[in-house]
């Protein structure tokens, strides 16, 4: 796919930014451009019918001459007529260039949530979830502002071409004095395009501060309310809403010198044309018809020029904006399809995958100051056959919760392969590696939603066709017996984060959640920490005993767990200290040995 991030110079920019929101969106925007340019040639009509009112009606009328009643009428008749078209393309420009407006929004809120789904877990990890709320919402609006009054200043161009031969018609030089206007106004927005696009440019990383920050205190409340550090969270807000207020008001001291010559230009030009046709009408080279007409032209031509100060005041925000939800469409990593399409499929058969790491390491950026890549693993090969089970083992920063990410493809490796049953994991479909694969991390997150849709996360069958699958993973998972309990069963709402549920208790619909998929590689990240050992026992074994199959990873720290597990791998600081059965591991690895007596040692302390 092309960049979507926009080349060039400020006014190519802008020109590629209008028509990409034109393309996006044609038929909306030409009907309010339609009714625009509508709206434009009545609002000249109207003024041209005045000018021939004043020479034909009111000036004869004030001269003592005769004025015969049918010309009264249609006088009025001819003005009422306008009035009600131009009306009725307001209305219909005001409409669809809402509507068109909005859509172009939409469109590229969509567009960055679609990216955040394709792009890959390192990448999340690098931006805060605040500035991740930001290009999603003020942003992707902020890229689509310019589009609501773009179409009425498109449309008024025909306004201002016509009314400006309208004036030469009937005087070429007040038409003169009002075509002077568009140059200046352009003159003007020029400066003012170099002073509020860096101003607006900081209010746009101020804004995804405020989120940043707002984010962070709401996700840790129960944090902050245990020790008791709201004043402490409040300074901090404090601090950012200050700078996005202070970031605001120079936005608003920029634009208070802006908007006012903008709407000075069009009075400036309607008071010239007056005394210049005061002695044009003085001199007998224009009529007084001539001069109101001009001057109700420029008059009313206030507000279209106004329109298109809009349009270049809202360009340096949308262009701003643009730039930033760029950089999230133009992400590298984000160019496979959340559909999966291409790659190469697994093997139709629901067997249990077999899962072989050659060579694999992981390297991350350096820390502030740093020259080198952090190495998270190194070298990392092992081949686990289908249907087993491998508990990985290690300290603390060992590793172990990055190999389970680089299985899962959460993470790139930088070196090195993994493979499914002899297929390279990035050339899998990434549809298909999410329906065989499933990951379980230490941190159950829980929805907002009943037991059914945390279970499922799709609509799944409305007529409950998939209660008995969601019944069988909550079985497995040991949540059957919580989940009956509820009051309303699967259709219970669990409150935000599963404020209402255990810790262990989310743990239990999370593993449902990953089992209700029927994998054939299931990797569990310390995913079942919060379960007392004897239910931890009984999932495991569940496993087996119900004959699924499927290719178990998981990190483990008891030993009980540890010896349910096939296979054994240690790991330590990013590297391979052994790999085998328990019990060669117990015989052949001190290390190991020590880590399982630790949690033994520790437990009999506990039991004292």
Known sequence: MPPHAL????????????????????????????????????????????????????????????????????????????????????AFRRVFAGIAALDVQAGHRRAVTRQYLRLPLSWHRRHPA?????????????????FVPLPFALGVVVMIVVACAAMFAADPLLGLIGLTVLPLVLVVNAVYRRWMSPAITHAQEQRARVADAAHESFE???????????????????????????????????????????????????????????SQVASGAAGPGDVVTAAYLLTVMTFPVRAIGFVLGDLPRSLVGHDRISRVLDAP???????????????????????????????????????????????????????????????????????????????????????FDGTDARDVPALQRTHEVAYVAQEAFVFEDTVR????????????????????????????????ALPDGLDTVIGERGTSLSGGQRQRIAIARALVRRPRLLLLDDATSALDPVVER???????????????????????????????????????????????????????????????????????
């Open 538 to 608: 009984e999932i495991l074994a569940g496993l087996r005993s119900a004959g699924r199959d499927v290719t178990v990873v998981v990190v483990a720290y008891r030993p009980a767990t540890i010896a349910l597990a096939d296979e054994v791998l240690h790991l330590e600081r990013g590297r391979v200290v052994a790999h085998g059965t328990a019990a060669e591991l117990r015989a052949t690895d001190p290390g190991f040995v020590d880590l399982v007596t630790a949690y033994e040692r520790h437990r009999a302390e506990v039991g004292r």
């Open 220 to 278: 840790a409340a129960l944090l902050v309310k245990s020790l008791g550090t709201a004043d402490r969270e409040e300074e901090t807000f404090a601090r950012v809403t200050d700078r996005l207020r202070a970031a605001n008001v120079g936005v608003g001291r920029i634009r208070s010198v802006f908007d006012p010559v903008i709407d000075f230009l069009p009075s400036a030009a309607t008071l010239a044309v007056l005394v210049v046709g005061a």
């Open 333 to 419: 990593g984000g160019d496979e399809p959340p559909s999966g399409a291409g790659g190469a499929a697994l093997d139709a058969p629901r067997a249990a995958l077999e899962v072989r790491l050659d060579g694999v390491a992981v390297r991350v950026p350096p820390p502030p100051g740093g020259e080198d890549d952090v190495p998270l693993l190194h070298d990392v090969s092992l081949t686990l056959r289908a249907g087993r089970t491998l508990a990985v083992v290690g300290r603390t920063g060992s590793g172990k919760s990055t190999l389970v990410d680089v299985i899962a493809q959460l993470t790139p490796a930088a070196a090195g392969t993994v493979s």
């Open 7 to 90: 080349t060039g110079g400020p006014a190519r920019r802008s020109w590629d930014l209008v028509v990409r929101g034109l393309r996006a969106e044609p038929r909306a925007f030409a009907v309010a451009i339609g009714a625009s340019a509508l709206y434009g040639v009545g609002v000249v009509a109207s003024g041209w019918a005045l000018g021939q009112v004043t020479d034909r009606v009111v000036a004869p009328a004030l001269g003592g001459d005769g004025v015969e009643p049918s010309a009264i009428w249609w006088a009025g008749a001819a003005l009422v007529l306008i009035g009600a078209v131009t009306a009725v393309a307001v």
């Open 453 to 484: 849709g945390n279970v499922l996360l799709d609509d799944g069958d409305p007529d409950g066709g998939d209660d008995d699958r969601v019944w069988e993973a909550l079985r497995l998972a040991r949540a059957d017996e919580i989940v009956d």
């Open 130 to 146: 605040g500035q991740l709320l930001s290009n999603a919402s003020s942003d992707a609006e902020a890229a689509g502002m310019v």
